[in-house]
């Protein structure tokens, strides 16, 4: 990620709630925040 894009405060802190918030989900054993990556390996069979 370049540093030398702009972004304000309000976008820095809802990328930091939004990245907080994904891993105390992964602490947790959840990872929500991957919703699109993970498939059903049923349909994989």
């Known amino acids: ?4 894009t ?3 405060h309000e976008e ?3 990328r930091l709630s939004q990245a907080g918030k ?3 989900d992964i602490e947790a054993g959840r990872f ?3 919703e699109e990556k ?3 390996t ?4």
């Open 1 to 4: 990620m370049p540093d030398n």
């Open 6 to 8: 702009p972004t304000t």
């Open 12 to 14: 820095n802190a809802a």
């Open 22 to 24: 994904c891993l105390r």
């Open 32 to 34: 929500q925040c991957d």
């Open 38 to 40: 993970q498939q059903p």
């Open 42 to 45: 049923g349909e994989l069979a």
